[in-house]
């Protein structure tokens, strides 16, 4: 396909596998859906050698690739879903922030945010459609390739987590860069949430339109923050994205289910069940049955077998995903790990993770 053909939103194949939209809306379903976070990753070889020698943000700019990533791991594993390769960093892109992914460092940004009057470096309105296109290409393109084997999920960084990332420079161990500005500067902070609030709504609002049959929001990391700092400075804003969005696709009669994770945020899973999302992710520090105790069964739950449980021989690997199906239960739960896959993770292990979870599902169900 050349840069000039146009692909267009609209006469998708027919959906042949709905099981994990069913699942997420709380619906009978004939075994757990299964899909992994960094499912399209470094753990495959053929993902390594389609990125040999290019950078990393010029691919995510390739619809073409995108779509040839986000595919990959399908041709192997009996995933139920799809999650679009792309990056949570291509937001501050939009707002004019360089990044770099630099070899044995990971993202940076080369002149983060230092002081509350960085924010006029930010551009002050976003047009989505023209600065974030390739990835809207590439969630419609995707649509197409998959042929309705499984539905594609789109996805955004959480306000907190890309405030974090903008202020840090990269990764950051103790985020205290960004935890000073909440301290010290508490209305600027929210000012820069509240910008990544709106330019965030306008971009799921975008991947729905461009074929996204399902969103998920990374607040990765939520739990550097205390119980009294999220409520103030991250949980207002993950509400406040999922109840416009909910909002502007009721107006055209779309009805696409929402995941919110918020990573090591135990103490809010409660809010966090009344936040508008339909299904709340939870990592590997949290036990299924309290999970369920704190949601009070408002909402499906998502994950949350630790991913270095996969270094593990297959029949062990079989018995934790058993353990923690019957934890859950088979009604509104999806099967994920509690983060992302790791690059040294052999891919055999990720198929018997996701065979066991499909085979102890279906014996679950047929006990009933």
Request: a negative charge; charged letters at 25%.
């Amino acid at each position: 396909m050349s840069k000039n053909d146009v692909i267009l939103p609209k006469g998708f194949p027919q959906l042949k596998n709905d099981t994990f939209l069913r699942a997420a809306r709380g619906e009978e379903i004939e075994h757990v859906p299964v899909w992994c976070m960094r499912q399209a990753g470094r753990y495959l070889p053929e993902f390594r050698e389609f990125r040999a020698g290019k950078d990393f943000f010029e691919t995510c700019q390739s619809p073409e690739a995108c779509c040839e990533l986000t595919l990959q791991p399908l041709r192997r594993f009996p995933f139920d879903a799809a999650i679009i390769f792309s990056d949570i960093l291509v937001v501050p892109q939009a707002l004019g922030m360089e990044v770099q992914m630099l070899p044995g460092k990971g993202p940076t940004f080369t002149d983060p945010l230092k002081e509350p009057e960085d924010l006029q470096r930010l551009r002050t309105k976003v047009d989505v459609n023209k600065e974030l296109d390739y990835v809207f290409r590439a969630i419609t393109l995707t649509r197409h390739k998959i042929e309705g084997t499984v539905p594609l999920i789109g996805f955004t960084g959480a306000p907190w987590t890309l405030m974090s990332y903008m202020i840090e420079g990269g990764g950051s161990n103790t985020h205290s860069k960004a935890k000073r500005w909440l301290y010290r500067h508490p209305e600027s902070s929210h000012m820069l949430l509240r910008i990544l609030t709106d330019v965030i709504v306008d971009y799921l609002l975008g991947q729905v339109a461009a074929g996204a049959q399902a969103l998920q929001v990374f607040d990765s990391h939520a739990g550097i923050l205390g119980p009294v700092e999220f409520k103030e400075f991250s949980l207002p804003y993950l509400r406040d994205i999922a109840r416009r969005v909910k909002d502007r696709l009721k107006e055209k009669d779309q009805d696409v289910p929402m995941i919110v994770f918020a990573k090591d945020a135990h103490y809010a899973l409660e809010e966090l069940s009344d936040s508008h999302y339909e299904v709340v992710g939870l990592d590997w520090t949290i036990d299924p049955r309290s999970a369920r105790e704190l949601t009070g069964g408002k909402v499906s739950l998502q994950g949350n077998m630790d991913p270095c449980a996969l270094y593990a021989p297959k029949e062990r690997i079989s018995d934790i995903a058993k353990r923690m199906l019957e934890g859950f239960g088979t009604r509104g739960y999806i099967a994920n790990l509690g983060h992302g896959l790791y690059p040294d993770m052999d891919p055999e292990s990720v198929g018997a993770f996701v065979e066991a979870v499909h085979r102890h599902s279906k014996n679950m169900n047929k006990q009933l």
